[in-house]
């Protein structure tokens, strides 16, 4: 029982006590049946002492009255008590569950923060070294472009205009602003692949042989860069590039093996042994 109840509970106790008494003095005072005493009383000193009684008995339903209205008072100001006490105990359960999950939030954005720290220095080298990378790779890429446009000026003269114009517009993008670097490396790279895959496969083409008034339209087959061949539209002249000499020679001895290496080429026969003019091989 808490303090409250136990003073509230002593104060009805006394209250009932008092009652009991005043009840008990009226019945002692004028019992139910009770015959009357021997020596005779005047009449008129009863009435005060009854009348006395009954004053106490009000007196005391009265106070019981006010004491259970006390009482009421006093276990609702105790409920409230209660009230707010589980109250207050629920939002201090509440605020240290709020400020155990705020603790665990901050260490995971530490974390984070962290970490992103870690990202923006390796950002801040990364920038610091493509800045330096970008130095040593552009002067790189133009001495790349120079070679290539050289290598094709001294090498074997199949498809001239084609490679001439690959070489050319490698040069016009090194100088635009608006190509990446990683662009033109690119774009140089797939460039020198092309050149290294005529190294190695077998072609025939259609072409102009010569300038001026005695150029001329012929077939060409290429052998990879072992050897450049020609043959008039008409089969009256074959020949052949001489890469000692830079120059073409017509060699009327490789009719047969032209015309056979123009049917392999295209797809129109099966693929044989061929005898054609090459380059003798030189000391370096």
Do not use: C
């Amino acid at each position: 029982m808490t303090p409250f109840n136990f003073k509230a509970a002593g104060s009805a106790a006394a209250h009932r006590l008092a009652l009991l008494a005043a009840v008990a003095s009226v019945l002692l005072a004028a019992p139910v049946g009770a015959q009357p005493p021997a020596a005779p009383a005047p009449a008129p000193q009863a009435a005060p002492a009854t009348a006395g009684a009954q004053q106490q008995v009000t007196q005391a339903l009265q106070a019981q009255v006010q004491s259970d209205k006390e009482l009421a008072q006093q276990q609702g100001e105790i409920n409230k008590i209660r009230e707010r006490t589980q109250d207050a105990a629920g939002r201090y359960a509440q605020a240290m569950a709020d400020a155990d999950s705020l603790e665990r939030y901050n260490k995971q954005l530490d974390s984070q923060v962290k970490s992103q720290e870690a990202e923006m220095a390796s950002i801040e080298r990364q920038l610091t070294e493509i800045e330096t990378t970008n130095r040593e790779v552009q002067p790189l890429m133009q001495q790349m472009v120079d070679t290539l446009d050289q290598f094709v000026k001294l090498d074997v003269p199949f498809l001239l205009d084609e490679r001439t114009a690959r070489v050319q517009n490698l040069k016009d993008m090194m100088g635009r602003a608006d190509v990446t670097i990683s662009e033109k490396y690119r774009r140089i790279l797939e460039a020198y692949q092309i050149e290294l895959e005529y190294g190695r496969t077998l072609d025939a083409y259609s072409g102009r042989l010569g300038t001026g008034a005695d150029a001329r339209t012929v077939e060409f087959v290429r052998l990879g860069r072992v050897s450049l061949m020609y043959r008039t539209l008409d089969g009256a002249e074959v020949g052949y590039w001489d890469a000692d000499q830079k120059k073409w020679v017509p060699d009327a001895s490789y009719r047969d093996d032209i015309q056979q290496a123009l049917r392999v080429a295209r797809g129109q026969g099966a693929k044989e042994l061929l005898t054609v003019p090459v380059p003798a091989p030189k000391g370096v």
